[in-house]
């Protein structure tokens, strides 16, 4: 006896998942909202690398030279996103693309300066100064940081611009950084932990390599864009955004 034919058994293809889209308008007033908000840390960093710059100079300490450092290369990434989102390079996906890598580079141009400094520091045994500056400073940047750092990544993940995003991540690390300063800076003060501040300056260095590492990849969100060839399909896009 033959055994009964199967039949065959018919699945349903899983759906697409959907692309979010936007509008040129839309885009181009977001893209506004974003250039705002790079003038605004540009301000805000412009005083704090300043500030910090003198205040580790006068107490000797690397870590706040070190962030002074830090600051003044976000600032330049404010600069690169104001340009990205001025005249004819809002809808520009090449102004993109080149605004994205040359974000990353200012974290790489961070991190070896900073290392060698903080191993040299080390290595001789070198004593930072108490400094009350640098620590309201470093208090005065864990505020206002996250603040500018999650409403720029809000907006990039609503454009898809790895660009924004970078710069936004830097202000988020600016604030992380700001954290270790702070506890480098009291270590020393309250219970004589030199070595704290050149450990923050390592810390920085490092942090700095990986952050320029995923800044470079880009971390755009899938979005359909009315940027010509920027719309991403769910197979290509690899990013947390599309999860």
Known sequence: MSAPAELPIVTAA????????I???????????????????????????????????????????????DSAIEGFASVI??????????MSQTAEHRAQKLVAIQFFILAPYVGIE?????????????SVLGMTLAVFSLITMPLLGIAKQRIAEQIGSAATKGEGRQNVLCAYLAGALLIGLAGNAIAGAWWLDPVVGLLIAAVAVKEGAEAWRGEGCCVGSPLDGFAVDGERCQDDCCT
């Open 14 to 21: 899983a759906p697409a998942r959907p692309v979010a889209t």
């Open 81 to 90: 996103i104001i340009w990205r989102f001025t005249g004819s390079r809002v």
């Open 118 to 130: 903080s191993i040299r520091a080390l290595a001789g045994g070198e004593h930072p100064d108490v």
């Open 23 to 69: 509008s040129p308008e839309r885009y181009r007033d977001l893209a506004t909202r974003v250039k705002l908000l790079s003038w605004l840390s540009l301000g805000v960093m412009s005083v704090e690398g300043i500030v910090a710059l003198v205040a580790g100079i006068m107490a000797g300490s690397i870590a706040l030279v070190g962030f002074g450092l």
